[in-house]
């Protein structure tokens, strides 16, 4: 892509000791700043914003370079430790299924809600 | 006049809203898919559940007052949305008290019908006998789920809550056969309130040492609940992160998108349940795709949230003995990637992982359906 900018003449006077050559690339990293600084970071997705908005954000994104995946942050006691970023497959675990009681069972757990009362305002 | 005795338990969320009677095991949902409809543009007609219409007659406040109606009954209107906010407190948002009503509405024309209440057009009214006449009240013992930020905030939420409901209320159902009217009063004595995931603890009664950590990750459609409990009581700082559900649907969405597939709601949901997308009459695994939305899900959106739970709370992953999923996105936990990537990221891999439900939606409702009969009880004395 090839833009002409016409710099006003209020403006000259920052510019007038950045050599020609240079002041292209000056510009393009003003530039890029710029649009860094105003891409929102990740966040909650509204009904509202819709797949061309989330597309268009994108390629913004993608065009400035600036898209990176977060880096891992280590709880204290464990930094020796590697801070490699997995791409994890389904791990082995156990889930423990807690089964909930029936209502029709018998409500006579309902004396050893004393304990709980207090989750309750 | 009959003055009937009912409790029930309610979780209104972003998606959806659930409500359980304290007399049933049955959790009844709705989508979260309300409307408000003008008197002007409101005329009896034939729908396919008329239930799903009613008229608040009187209430404790206006803005409760006037015809509000669900999913495809309210469709066949002309109508205006009555959708809860994703960005403001749920107990601030007055359409989060307008489904409120029309939940406990709907199961006090429930309890009308199946305790006789057309038998006063065939029999006449007999108060002697104790059959439902015109006059006659349901008093209800609730208990709300609301987000842990809001339970635990500086504002006292649920006061709020209690008190924004608080009063006599007089509903007609237009659409039915005689156009039956409910009564109900809601106090605040007999109202009570719990924090979504939090209140989920308490299943596991019984099982808790007093020093034994539990993590409860709550993932519902427009909040994530993050809570470390220490026994039974909640330890320090929660979370509740604005990354939910809905942004795994519009990631994977976009995800999607890329690949050729355009698709609902409602339609990303099954494919996140089944990972299988129809292309025409075929079924296309698209196993990876979801389960890396999900694992990126938590590295990106949630990493951090539940970082700052255990991190505030000086908490070591290796010392937390149960892990507690919750939440629609949580389901199908044995091959699910959000509860691994939880996990492995974490290293929870000791933690013992807690299901406590077949649906992991309704865990929050069935939990402090055990407060409504509490509070039931209390009433009856």
Redesign the interface.
């Known amino acids: 892509m090839i833009v002409t900018v016409d710099i006003p003449d209020e403006f000259s006077r920052y510019l007038e000791f950045i050599p020609e050559d240079e002041l292209p690339c000056i510009l393009l990293n003003a530039l890029k700043e710029k649009i860094d600084s105003s891409i929102p970071k990740?966040?909650?997705?509204?009904?509202q914003?819709n797949?061309q908005d989330?597309?268009s954000l994108?390629n913004i994104a993608q065009s400035t370079g600036s898209v990176t995946?977060?880096e891992?942050?280590l709880?204290?006691?464990?930094s020796n430790e590697s801070a490699e970023?997995?791409?994890?497959k389904?791990?082995n675990?156990?889930?423990?299924?807690?089964v909930?009681q029936?209502?029709?069972e018998s409500?006579d757990?309902?004396d050893?809600?004393d304990?709980?009362?207090d989750?309750?305002? | 006049m009959l003055m009937m005795l009912r409790g029930v338990s309610v979780d209104n969320g972003g998606s959806e809203t659930r409500i359980q009677a304290c007399d049933t095991s049955e959790v009844k949902c709705m989508d979260n898919d309300f409307m408000s409809i003008r008197e002007s543009d409101f005329r009896v007609k034939d729908v396919e559940d008329p239930t799903k219409l009613c008229r608040v007659l009187e209430a404790p406040r206006e803005e409760f007052k006037g015809i509000f109606a669900q999913g495809d009954t309210g469709r066949a209107f002309v109508n205006q949305s009555v959708i809860i906010s994703s960005q403001d407190a749920k107990t601030s948002d007055i359409n989060y008290y307008k489904q409120f009503v029309f939940d406990i509405a709907q199961d006090a024309i429930t309890a009308w019908v199946k305790n006789g209440g057309y038998s006063q057009y065939t029999v006449g009214n007999d108060i002697s006998k104790g059959v439902i006449d015109e006059d006659s009240m349901f008093k209800y013992a609730i208990v709300a789920c609301i987000p842990i930020e809001e339970f635990n905030g500086v504002k006292d939420c649920a006061k709020i809550l209690k008190q924004t409901l608080a009063g006599d209320y007089k509903v007609e159902f237009p659409l039915l056969e005689n156009k039956p009217v409910v009564r109900f009063n809601i106090s605040e004595e007999l109202t009570g309130v719990v924090p979504e995931g939090g209140v989920a603890i308490r299943m596991l009664k019984g099982e808790l040492d007093k020093e034994d950590l539990s993590l409860v990750i709550d993932i519902g459609h427009v909040t994530t609940e993050i809570a470390l409990f220490r026994g039974t009581g909640l330890l320090g700082k929660v979370v509740s992160s604005r990354f939910a559900g809905s942004t795994i649907l519009a990631n994977l969405r976009l995800a999607l998108s890329n690949e050729g597939y355009v698709l609902t709601d409602s339609q990303l949901e099954n494919v996140i349940a089944t990972k299988h997308v129809k292309n025409g009459k075929q079924l296309v695994d698209v196993t990876e795709i979801v389960e890396t939305q999900e694992r990126d899900f938590i590295h990106n959106y949630l990493y951090k949230d539940i970082l700052d739970v255990l991190n505030i709370n000086k908490v070591n992953t290796k010392n937390i003995q149960n892990f507690i999923p919750i939440g629609a996105p949580m389901n199908n936990p044995s091959n699910n990637a959000l509860i691994s990537e939880i996990i492995q990221c974490f290293k929870l891999e000791n933690a013992e992982v807690k299901i406590l439900a077949d649906d992991l939606r309704h865990v929050n409702v069935m939990c402090a359906n055990k407060f409504a009969k509490v509070l039931l009880n209390k009433a009856r004395k």
């Open positions: 990740p966040r909650l997705v509204q009904e914003f797949l989330l597309v994108l995946a977060a891992p942050v709880v204290k006691e464990e970023k997995t791409q994890s389904i791990i675990f156990t889930p423990v299924q807690q909930v029936d209502i029709d409500d757990d309902l050893d809600m304990d709980f009362m989750l309750m305002k």
